[in-house]
Every structure is written in structure tokens, then in C-alpha cells.
T-cell receptor, first 116, second 114 residues
């Protein structure tokens, strides 16, 4: 069973461009979470999605950031008009649909976004 | 999620047991203790979790005090590859619980010394 896949692993954008980060959850997982880790800082929750629904977006910046998890295909984190402060590692995690006695999250390798 | 406190950093000699403490004095009855670690530049990795009983798996052991206000993660024979930031997290679990976000604190930076 392949783990959580994220691509690209590294992404370079100039200020004002758009960044699209993709996350394919583990097989059978329908819960996806996005986290951001700024340089020298801890991991911060951004958004939690189930198929076609945003469940919790309390950690998402109010502007320029959006996320989706369509019925088919990967989850996408989209950042419009990127600024230098968006430079960070973005991690995706997934958890299974039907919970056992716990809800462990499996993390992907991350996408490192650099804004020039 | 209940708040946890961990030492900022620790050293451990290679081959020895690494004991990482965590305080979670405000933990509530339905909250589990989870441990994750993040090796430099990689995604966080689940290690172990528990509710009130001690737990062991192929990676580590988790010892939870009887009052559940603190716990210790034990890596029985630390290797250089165990050098990482270790996060102790408490969060609701159990059947029917909503699949909530993970709130990461600063964690403990463990350095395994040759």
C-alpha cells in the first residue's frame, strides 16, 4: 500500500504567480489534512477535507489560499499571487474513512515551496 | 486538544534507551496520547498512541502514569537515525470521534550521540 503522495516535492514560484500543490491520500483514505511548516517553526494545521467537502478550514489564511478534494483525483492546495512569506514546507496527511479505535494520520513527504 | 509540555531538547548516547517525557495535566477522559516524530526535512511519522495502558510496538514503548497526567516515550536502543523532533500530542479518539486536526507543539529535539 503506497503511502501519501505529494507533488511536486519542490516548487519555485515568483511573487504574484500561483502555486498548486497536490496530495494523493493513501488507498482507502477519504480524510485529508494540510499543514504548513514555516522555516524554523512548528507544524500548523491549515485545513481538513473529506471527499468534496471542507470540514475545518480554521487554519487557512483568509485570502489567496484555497483547498479542494474532488470526488476523483488528488486534493489540491492552491495559493494565488504568492508572496515571499508563503515560502514553507506544506505537508498533507490522510486518515481512513471508517475509524478503528483511533484516527492516526499518515503524512506525506511534503512540498517545499520557494517564492523568489 | 489538551496542552502538553515537553523539554526543548535532549541528548542520548547511541545504543542506550531514550526516555522522552511529556506532561499533559489537563487531559480529559476521552483523549489519547499520541507520539509523532519528524526527522529533518521529512513528513511527521506516527510512532505510537495510548489511552491509559502502557503500549509497545516495534518502534517504541509508551508509559502512561496512572493519573494520566504524564507519559514517557521510550526508544529502547537509540540509533543515529532516531535523531528527530518528537511531538507529544493529546487528542480525542475512539469510535464516533470526529477526525480532528493534530495540534503540534514545539516538541523535543532528540540528538542521538555516537
Amino acid at each position: 500500500n503506497a503511502g501519501v503522495m505529494q507533488n511536486p516535492r519542490h516548487l519555485v514560484r515568483r511573487r504574484g504567480q500561483e502555486a498548486r500543490l497536490r496530495c494523493s491520500p493513501m488507498k482507502g483514505h477519504s480524510h485529508v489534512y494540510w499543514y504548513r511548516q514555516l522555516p524554523e517553526e512548528g507544524l500548523k494545521f491549515m485545513v481538513y477535507l473529506q471527499k468534496e467537502n471542507i470540514i475545518d478550514e480554521s487554519g487557512m489564511p483568509k485570502e489567496r489560499f484555497s483547498a479542494e478534494f474532488p470526488k476523483e483525483g488528488p486534493s489540491i492546495l492552491r495559493i494565488q499571487q504568492v508572496v515571499r512569506g508563503d515560502s514553507a514546507a506544506y505537508f498533507c496527511a490522510s486518515s481512513p474513512r471508517a475509524g478503528p479505535s483511533y484516527n492516526e494520520q499518515f503524512f506525506g513527504p511534503g512540498t517545499r515551496l520557494t517564492v523568489l | 486538544d489538551a496542552k502538553t509540555t515537553q523539554p526543548t531538547s535532549m541528548d542520548c548516547a547511541e545504543g542506550r534507551a531514550a526516555n522522552l517525557p511529556c506532561n499533559h495535566s489537563t487531559i480529559s477522559g476521552n483523549e489519547y496520547v499520541y507520539w509523532y516524530r519528524q526527522i529533518h526535512s521529512q513528513g511527521p511519522q506516527y510512532i505510537i498512541h495510548g489511552l491509559k495502558n502502557n503500549e509497545t510496538n516495534e518502534m517504541a514503548s509508551l508509559i502512561i502514569t496512572e493519573d494520566r497526567k504524564s507519559s514517557t516515550l521510550i526508544l529502547p536502543h537509540a540509533t543515529l537515525r532516531d535523531t528527530a523532533v518528537y511531538y507529544c500530542i493529546v487528542r480525542a479518539g475512539g469510535i464516533g470521534t470526529s477526525y480532528d486536526k493534530v495540534i503540534f507543539g514545539p516538541g523535543t529535539s532528540l540528538s542521538v550521540i555516537p
